[in-house]
Structure formats: C-alpha cells, structure tokens
C-alpha cells in the first residue's frame, strides 16, 4: 500500500510503516493501526528518506540516532519507517504515532547508523517492550512520546541527554536548533538515498505556533522551522536537538506539521522539556512504567 503525501497536518511517519501495518491486519490485531494511518488526520506516507533543506551528516556524527525498521529480510533504507533516539543503554524514544497497534516483534531498532544500508555500521536490537504516553493513548494527540525497551543493551555508546523537566532555557525562540532523520527531501518529486540528513531550524515562540495550528499545545508541544527547512515523513519520532557547552541535548520529538517546509507552517514538535509531559505519567500504571524505564 502507497499513500501520497498530502498538504495536510498529519504525522510524519513513512510509508514503510503503513506497508507493515497493512500486511499485518492480515493476521490479526493491526487492522485498525492500518485504517487510522491513513486517515486525512493521521500519519503522512511516503516510500524513503530524508530531511527538507538538509545536509548529508557523517559517519559516527550521531552515535545515538536510532531508527524504527519494520521486520523483514529487504534493504533496511526501504524497511525504516521512524526515527528515534538512545536515551539509555536500553531505552529509545520515539513518537506514539510511530507504534500505536504494533507490538515489539513486528519492530527492530538500529542504532548509530548513518547509511541504512550498512549493516555493518551501529548496533541492530529486537525490542522487549513498548509504550506510548498515557494520555496519548486516551486521545490527547499532544502527548507524542512512546518508549521501545530493547531486548539487549546498546554498548559502548552515549545516550543523548535530556533536558532538565520544566526549564525552558533551551528553548528561546530564535535560537537555531538541529533535526535529523531519514524523512523526505522533496515535495514535488520525492527523493529518498538512505544516508542521515540534518537541517538547522529556528525555534518558534508559542504564538507563532498557535497561528498555524489553533489546537497547539504550548505546555507540551514547541515548534521550529522555516520555509524551506524543516522535518518530513519519515522524520517522525527523530530528535530536535541543540548542543551547548560541547553537550547534545534533545528538545524536541518530531510529531506533525501542514505539508513540509511550507511558508508558515513549521514542524511541531512534542517537547522534552515540558514538566506536564513527565508529571502525567503518574496516572496509568503505564505512565508508571515509562518512568521506571526512564529513571526521571
């Protein structure tokens, strides 16, 4: 199955995940994961990789990138259909769209790759669990944040760091933050090589977000983009990052946004900052578990 890319707010995830979702509701509980991915509101399809306005990024640059891979045999660059991140020897971050309805054996994560279709970089791990954000799960699409436990440790790389729950100090509008991820590069004629890209962003203020998008959440969402630069499908669930004082620091998730690199209409983010984002996982005994996996 092949969806076009459309102009609407819908998520970035790839095609390669809604192929999986399809196939799977041949045998059972995904069927529905397959009728909401391609719904006008939900996740955006395409077939590969890249980042609009982006640059091709080195080998190692980004040792704790991860990617989301449908099971299978094939080429991974055609398997990857999300991004994420390393934030323990464990643990990926990603967005709850990039999972919602699929269970652990359907996935594997690669992480530290840059060229997807060199196995023989990074470190490929089946995942044990995983787990959306409880109040995503309940409906409140704001909260796009799920965790894939891994079955084995990563080693012998550092996991990109968190800010701190409740600042802001990294989130100044106008400062130039960075996304990576294998998401699509061209609106018109799509483009897909299987090498990592990244593209400097500025960061929006909460104003400028809520002009685009009237259901914006300010205490958990942050925006960044311009015309011409900015995440796509198949970015969705990859990092937003800054580094500062020789440190990386993830600030944002990739969640949605109205087309690509559109004038006025920049990329929403689900915020690691937000201290609404990790209290609230006190309410569910899956909150609870994202906690535990999380150590916060």
Request: glycine share 12%.
């Amino acid at each position: 199955m092949s969806v076009s890319p459309t102009r609407h707010r819908l998520r970035r995830i790839t095609s390669a995940g809604l192929v999986a979702s399809a196939a799977l509701a041949l045998v059972g509980s995904a069927v529905t994961t397959a009728t909401a991915q391609t719904a006008p509101d939900e996740e955006r399809a395409r077939p590969g990789a890249k980042i609009i306005g982006g640059v091709e990024q080195s080998n190692g640059a980004h040792p704790w990138m991860a990617a989301l891979l449908s099971k299978g045999s094939g080429n991974p660059a055609d398997r990857q259909f999300c991004g994420g991140s390393l934030v323990s020897d464990t643990v990926v971050l990603t967005a709850a769209h990039c999972v919602t309805g699929t269970k652990p054996k359907q996935v594997e994560v690669t992480v530290g790759r840059t060229v997807l279709s060199d196995k023989r970089q990074g470190q490929l791990r089946n995942v044990r669990s995983i787990v959306s954000h409880p109040r995503y799960v309940k409906g409140n699409e704001a909260y796009d944040l799920a965790l894939l436990e891994l079955a084995k440790p990563v080693t012998g790389t550092a996991a990109v760091k968190m800010p701190t729950a409740g600042t802001d100090a990294l989130l100044r509008p106008g400062a130039q933050a960075t996304v990576i991820g294998w998401g699509n590069t061209d609106t018109e004629v799509p483009s897909f090589p299987d090498r990592l890209r990244g593209v400097n962003v500025p960061l929006l203020s909460h104003a400028e977000c809520t002009a685009t998008y009237p259901g914006y959440n300010k205490a958990v969402n942050v925006c960044a983009g311009v015309e011409s630069k900015d995440s796509c499908q198949g970015d969705s669930g990859g990092p937003l990052f800054r580094k500062v004082a020789g440190r990386t620091y993830q600030i944002g998730i990739v969640s949605y946004g109205e087309g690509c690199g559109e004038q006025g209409a920049p990329g929403v983010y689900t915020s690691t900052s937000s201290k609404k984002l990790w209290d609230t996982l006190a309410e569910s005994p899956e909150g609870k578990r994202m906690k535990q996996l999380l150590r916060r």
